[in-house]
């Protein structure tokens, strides 16, 4: 598979008569017949009500399928308690498109304590309750049951994050990978406009679904590895097992604990030149293999379901394999059963992300919800994503795994008519951009220095350890694009609420000037994540210095600009490799810098393996709640509570911390 692709705005429509667009796409018969349809190419099913916006996915792979010439129905919220709702629109012309919503259902359903939370920001009126557990799994089985002949083909992020075999936090096991327990015909990862557009022109060409096996960012179930076809093992990509310390190279390594292999091997060296014996070494030239025609074999799910030695390492294996310029397809074992992975999808250009984001959404919820208000909705109505992607890596976060590291930028002509457009259509606008951002807040235009580094870069993080030196991290697109924003008539603020990489923030002081002078809103909120070296190396975040860094500047350009604006910290407790020493000084940098812990959660990969992509050895997971709930506990109560008994959180803490950090306590007026 090459990188050769057509651009998804210059392919001839499908319906050539279909030129205007609908409203909205159709939820019912009688809507159908209004645009008169008498059935549906493609219907969509979702878990999230149905907004015709493009923070929406559905509503973009709908709006999108829709300007190819495809009539598209949407499904939202069917009651999965028989196959009837699903045959509301009828039975669909190509296929099924299935996705849980914008959210993992059970994240949707469930808190992190696994107590079934009373809302559902997706949700009309936000009532809880309008969607199944594993959704995409219990959609796909209604829609096999409504029509046996219809193809299923499932996305979004619940599928994509699931698509090889996974830890199931609320069944604390290891589950299949959810192509198999879908029964789906195809699952397309990642961001899938390009492939969903393929996957209709071709279904619609008249080839069956089981000959779609060439399209990137599809996975498919397939007996065994086809003829001319080059299988490698993992192993040879990643060797699992444990990690040694990074030594300093500067240092004599003999002289080091570390090293008493080396210590050992100067022995047998002096035994060896005694014997004044020569080797001949014979050096075979490596063959170099056809990626294209690469595939990856990763331990099969029996094994990993085992071991969360070889879980992790097929989870790094898989980020490793996220570049599309170098990246292999994969292939995991079930039983008899392969689940293949082709290579991830291409990433848009400026001008199909423009043409994705110009299609004419009407920017509000469906008519038939009347004035139930959808807290999702309600929350990005007025706010404008201006790039996809982030080259972060954070080892927590899945936007890398979902939407890969290279950014997909919107042309600043784009971002402009979109403002435009909610200042001129969408109702209650009063002169504020609620945001302009996306994953992350600085990452627009921001890129390799070279096309050719980054198609063969297989580093799973572009700023940890240090920001790369092939790195450009100019902001003055972005700087530029606030500027001409600002400028709009009718616009009175735009603020910036995504999230900041304060560490390539502070590369560019002129940025830090702009958004703090005109873009804050009182509070900026950042993610520090952690105060102690360890847990951030585990996170593969940057130091707390750099924080300080940033503190100093946002502090200087606000009292220059005469604004009383403040930082808010975000810190995660209890992450994988976290000790109750760390939690503790951090809790005490947060009391000592006069921090309130006035909301908390804990973070919800933290039982069993986490899927960690750095030191894998020295990652102890939680194993219980208790445990987890003492540290967040420990932190709010510490932080907030001049008269905390730490005895009531660990019975142990004492004995690990020692006493020097008892005597700390003592200054906070902890009772021990």
Wanted: proline share 6%; charged share 25%; hydrophobic share 35%.
């Amino acid at each position: 598979m090459t990188q050769v692709f057509t651009p998804i705005h210059t392919r001839p429509a499908f319906r050539q008569s279909q030129s205007k667009a609908a409203p909205f796409l159709p939820m019912s018969r009688q809507e159908m017949q209004q645009l008169g349809w008498d059935a549906c190419d493609i219907i969509l099913v979702t878990g999230d009500a149905y907004v015709d916006h493009p923070s929406f996915g559905m509503a973009i792979i709908g709006r999108l399928l829709e300007a190819q010439g495809f009539r598209v129905g949407i499904i939202a919220q069917p009651d999965w308690h028989s196959a009837e709702p699903f045959k509301a629109l009828g039975k669909p012309g190509l296929f099924f498109g299935i996705a849980a919503g914008n959210m993992d259902s059970m994240i949707n359903r469930y808190t992190a304590d696994r107590k079934i939370r009373s809302d559902d920001a997706y949700t009309p009126g936000n009532v809880a309750g309008k969607r199944p557990d594993r959704a995409s799994i219990v959609y796909s089985q209604r829609c096999r049951e409504a029509y046996k002949d219809v193809p299923l083909v499932l996305g979004g992020i619940e599928a994509s994050l699931r698509r090889i075999a996974h830890y199931d936090y609320w069944q604390d096991k290891v589950r299949r990978s959810i192509l198999l327990d879908s029964r789906a015909d195809l699952l397309l990862y990642g961001n899938a406009e390009r492939a969903v557009v393929e996957v209709a022109h071709r279904l619609a060409a008249g080839d069956p679904i089981d000959s779609l096996r060439d399209i990137r960012g599809t996975a498919f179930v397939r007996k065994d590895t086809p003829e001319h076809w080059m299988e490698i093992d993992s192993t040879r990509i990643d060797r699992p097992g444990k990690i040694d310390k990074i030594i300093n190279p500067y240092v004599n390594t003999r002289d080091l604990p570390e090293c008493e292999i080396e210590q050992r091997s100067s022995g047998e060296d002096a035994e060896m030149d005694a014997d004044d014996e020569v080797q001949v070494l014979h050096i075979e030239s490596r063959v170099r293999l056809d990626r294209s025609k690469t595939v990856i074999r990763i331990p099969s799910f029996e094994k990993v379901s085992k071991d969360p030695v070889l879980y992790a390492h097929a989870s790094r294996v898989l980020h490793l394999e996220t570049n599309p310029g170098n990246a292999r397809a994969l292939v995991q074992l079930h039983g008899d059963q392969e689940v293949w992975l082709n290579p991830p999808p291409i990433p848009l250009t400026t001008d199909e992300m423009d043409y994705v984001f110009d299609l004419p959404y009407a920017r509000i919820p469906h008519p038939s919800y009347g004035k139930a208000e959808i807290p999702a909705y309600k929350m990005i109505r007025f706010s404008v994503n201006i790039m996809r992607g982030c080259f972060g890596g954070c080892t927590f976060c899945s936007i890398t795994e979902h939407e890969g590291r290279i950014i997909q930028n919107r042309s600043q002509t784009s971002i402009i008519k979109e403002i435009e457009q909610i200042r001129d259509k969408v109702p209650g606008f009063t002169g504020v951009i609620s945001d302009l951002g996306g994953p992350t807040a600085n990452m627009y235009r921001i890129a390799c220095k070279t096309t050719e580094i980054e198609a063969a870069c297989r580093k799973p993080s572009c700023v940890y350890p240090g920001i790369c030196p092939n790195l450009n991290t100019d902001h003055s697109a972005l700087t530029q694009l606030y500027r001409d924003a600002r400028k709009l008539k009718g616009v009175k603020k735009i603020l910036i609420a995504s999230g900041l990489r304060y560490d390539l923030a502070v590369e560019d002081p002129e940025y830090v000037r702009e958004l703090v002078t005109h873009h804050v809103g009182g509070y900026l909120k950042i993610a520090p994540e952690h105060t102690e070296q360890g847990p951030l190396d585990k996170m593969m975040k940057p130091g707390i210095g750099t924080y300080d860094t940033f503190k100093k500047m946002f502090e200087r350009f606000s009292k220059e600009a005469g604004k009383d604006q403040y930082l808010i910290p975000y810190f995660i407790a209890a992450h994988p490799g976290t000790t109750d020493t760390d939690m503790l000084n951090l809790a005490l940098w947060l009391k000592a810098n006069g921090f309130k812990a006035t909301r908390y959660r804990p973070s919800i990969l933290l039982l069993w393996p986490p899927r960690q992509r750095c030191t894998i050895p020295d990652v102890i997971p939680c194993g219980v709640f208790r445990i987890r709930k003492a540290r967040r506990r420990w932190i709010v109560s510490k932080v907030n509570d001049s008269a905390v008994c730490i005895k009531h959180f660990y019975a142990g803490m004492i004995r690990k911390t020692g006493r020097c950090c008892v005597k700390r306590l003592s200054r906070w007026g902890a009772q021990i």
